[in-house]
């Protein structure tokens, strides 16, 4: 006869007893180092930089850019993604609807959860952008939302590519600029 095995099951009210920084993904906690490597958090700053420039050039002032938030998918499931742009009002602890754009920078230890697991994640929350960033090979993919389905976007990194945020916020990035 085999043992049951049972695994811890825990919540958003557990999450935030937690000391550190963790994501909760179908009530499973994840440990997420305590600081990203230079490269990482270069980028990171990078994105933002970017994203909040292109906001002010578009005026779009309900829009904002943020880093490290507590996306609260459902009551198991929080996510912290590297990067997000939000455009409506939200709660000061976290926040409970899609954001217009997620990033995530791939690591070693994060390339899996990112690629497969957030990504399942992103697309069933129906997060319009998701950014993946490989700071290794130094590629960028943009996904779009069509149809409740991610499609990969083609682009050429010199030459400005728009995102729709919301109905009345376009902004454009040079995507190249990003690793400058």
């Not at 995530?104 to 990112?114: F, G, P, R």
């Not at 697991?117 to 069509?146: A, C, Q, R, W």
Request: with cysteine.
């Amino acid at each position: 006869m085999s043992a049951v095995k049972l695994l811890p099951y825990y919540t958003y009210k557990d999450y935030c007893n937690w000391e550190g920084r963790w994501e909760l993904i179908e009530g499973i906690p994840h440990a997420m180092s305590p600081a990203p490597n230079m490269k990482h958090q270069w980028i990171v700053a990078n994105v933002i930089y970017e994203l909040k420039s292109a906001l002010k050039k578009s005026k779009c002032k309900h829009c904002k850019v943020y880093d490290f938030i507590n996306l609260k998918i459902e009551e198991d499931t929080i996510l912290q993604p590297d990067c997000s742009v939000v455009c409506k009002p939200s709660k000061p602890d976290f926040l409970d609807f899609p954001p217009a754009l997620v990033v995530e920078i791939l690591s070693n230890t994060t390339a899996l959860k990112d690629r497969i697991t957030k990504f399942s994640v992103y697309e069933k929350f129906g997060i319009k952008y998701y950014l993946i960033i490989d700071p290794e090979k130094e590629l960028i993919e943009i996904y779009l939302l069509e149809k409740s389905k991610y499609i990969l976007q083609k682009f050429s990194p010199e030459k400005l590519f728009t995102f729709i945020l919301s109905r009345d916020c376009n902004i454009g990035i040079i995507i190249k600029n990003i690793w400058e």
